[in-house]
């Protein structure tokens, strides 16, 4: 089911049976696959559903639209555009360039100066 994200409601002012409202997304892709295998809605309650984890680096916001439909003959409907604005996360680890560690074993060595004062510059790190 995933966790919850956003919950959309709609009321209908008929009664009985034709003021029961339904939820569902329209038929989108993101990237080229399905908008449904990102996110779900609770047909019944209109809570939206994250299926997995969304990465920042990967796409920085979701479109999708909301149709909410009550059960009248004939049905009518009514929809919503939402927008999700996914927020970045610090999930990279840094990664050192320079200087680069040795490929035969041995630990990298830096040398500094016998007469070096306190506050010499012995190397820089660049990630």
């Known amino acids: 089911r995933g966790a919850s994200i956003f ?7 008929d009664s009985q049976e034709n003021a029961r409202v339904t939820y569902s997304l329209s038929e989108d892709t993101l990237q080229g696959a399905s908008l449904s295998s990102y996110v779900s809605i609770n047909s019944d309650t209109g809570i939206l559903y ?10 920085r916001d979701l479109q999708l639209s909301v149709t909410a439909q009550d059960s009248g ?3 009518l409907s009514s929809n919503v555009s939402l927008s999700i604005f996914i927020v970045d996360q610090n999930d990279n680890i ?3 360039l ?3 560690l040795p490929t035969d ?7 500094a100066p016998r007469s070096a004062e306190p506050g ?3 190397t820089k790190v660049v990630a």
């Open 73 to 75: 003959d004939p049905p």
């Open 98 to 100: 320079y200087p680069t």
């Open 120 to 122: 010499y510059l012995v």
């Open 7 to 13: 919950s959309v409601t709609a009321s209908d002012p």
């Open 94 to 96: 840094p990664e050192i």
């Open 50 to 59: 994250a299926l997995h984890s969304f990465d920042y680096e990967q796409f």
């Open 105 to 111: 074993g041995s630990t990298g060595v830096e040398l």
